[in-house]
């Protein structure tokens, strides 16, 4: 398996270009989400995760690849003298509001077509690796985290900002309570998932781990981590 995988390699993709699969974003509810997704995100984003975005994201270097790109609101702070940035996204209804937000930024990237538990990536050839709210909506989160332990060089790193699971037992039972309608409408977001922990498990040195809270957004998500996990260079 792993010799099979060490063989994939990025087809060139200009920018803004989209490889697509007809599995991707045949649900109605998805389209109507990537729609209203930042006017969503648009209070939580002013008063709390536009500067925890700006200040994890500056430390991106290399080769970078940002799973689960959704609508791209990233991409404005990224360094600007990175290697290169390749943007993965499997929705098509975000993929596309990707793209138009990747022309008019006139930033230098790849858009693919891939989840973030299949990367078409060798191993060890990815400097850094971005997670920003993607974890908690991964249909599978384990072979995700050892995907991104497979493609990071040694020292590479992976910078994160995910919700997580409540440490407030009080909390945390309304998460699970609210988990299977907030993932319909939150299309696919598991609230009550672990994040933290099952970063712990991928393999990787964690550091700058620092919680937040989400202001602005509803409770059951306004639990937060974000920080710094590297790959042992030994």
């Known amino acids: 398996m792993r010799d099979e995988r060490r063989r994939r390699t990025v087809e060139p993709v200009e920018s803004g270009t989209v490889r697509r699969t007809p599995t991707q974003g045949s649900d109605p509810w998805a389209r109507v989400f990537a729609v209203v997704y930042d006017p969503l995100l648009w209070l939580g984003e002013r008063v709390t995760l536009g500067a925890l975005r700006q200040d994890l994201l500056g430390r991106a270097r290399g080769r970078t690849v940002e799973l689960g790109s959704g609508t791209g609101l990233n991409l404005r702070y ?69 995907e991104i332990e497979r493609v990071l060089r040694p020292g590479g790193r992976l910078l994160f900002l995910e919700h997580v699971r409540s440490r407030s037992p009080r909390l945390a039972s309304w998460q699970d309570r609210l988990a299977v309608p907030w993932r319909r409408f939150a299309d696919g977001c598991h609230c009550n998932r672990a994040n933290d922990e099952l970063i712990r498990t991928c393999g990787l040195e964690l550091e700058n781990l620092m919680q937040a809270s989400w202001r602005g957004m509803p409770p059951i998500v306004r639990p937060l981590i974000t920080g710094v996990a590297t790959k042992s260079a030994g």
């Not at 008019?104 to 709210?133: C, M, N, Q, Y």
């Open 78 to 146: 990224y360094p600007g003298d990175l290697d290169e940035l390749i943007l993965t996204e499997p929705g098509a209804a975000m993929r596309a509001r990707l793209t138009r937000r990747l022309r008019r930024s006139r930033r230098r990237a790849r858009v693919l077509d891939v989840p973030a538990e299949r990367l078409p990536f060798a191993d060890d050839t990815v400097d850094t690796v971005v997670s920003t709210l993607v974890l908690c909506t991964v249909e599978s989160p384990d072979l995700a985290v050892r």
